[in-house]
């Protein structure tokens, strides 16, 4: 606890862990603001709950995901504010069944959703009611055929929602699924 990590370039690095029935707090984390690359990183990780941190970039420039799942799957993140970095949340390569919802990821460089690493069979990831305005890419998802996108808003931002990579035949897109930006 009580971990200052200003200056460096990650923050806390989790591998290999089923976290059922743990907690992640800002004091694991560091301080989000000073860390110029990613201040929570998570690799094989399960049942994790993720909330109430700020891992958001307040210094020049936009730089950094602040949060990276890379093959972790049924993981919840809500409540995180990660904003004015390259990526707000980066879902990576076999990440599965993982919820993002009422999330702050406004301002990405990037994409404040990205999930477009993930030929690897990423599937059923749910984005969920998130702040995902003024960024240039709001929600990337590709190759995820069983996605859910709901609430989430889009407005301010270069575009909205970006589907690539999909069988999509049958389906149907829906206002829900593009998100508030009229």
Do not use: C
């Amino acid at each position: 606890s009580g971990n200052d990590l200003t200056g460096s370039t990650y923050g806390l690095e989790l591998l290999n862990m089923d976290l059922a029935g743990a907690s992640i707090t800002q004091s694991m984390v560091g301080i989000g603001s000073g860390l110029t690359g990613t201040p929570l990183y998570l690799e094989s990780v399960t049942n994790a709950l993720i909330s109430g941190l700020d891992l958001s970039w307040t210094g020049t420039g936009k730089v950094g995901s602040g949060l990276v799942l890379y093959s972790s799957s049924n993981n919840v993140v809500q409540n995180v504010t990660a904003t004015n970095r390259q990526q707000g949340i980066y879902v990576r390569d076999g990440s599965s069944h993982n919820t993002l919802q009422q999330n702050n990821l406004s301002g990405a460089g990037d994409a404040a959703i990205q999930a477009r690493d993930n030929a690897a069979g990423s599937t059923g990831n749910r984005y969920l009611n998130n702040n995902l305005t003024n960024s240039y890419i709001a929600l990337d998802i590709r190759y995820d055929t069983q996605f859910v996108s709901s609430g989430n808003d889009l407005t301010g931002s270069t575009y909205g929602l970006v589907l690539l990579n999909m069988d999509l035949a049958g389906a149907s897109i829906t206002q829900a699924m593009v998100g508030n930006g009229s």
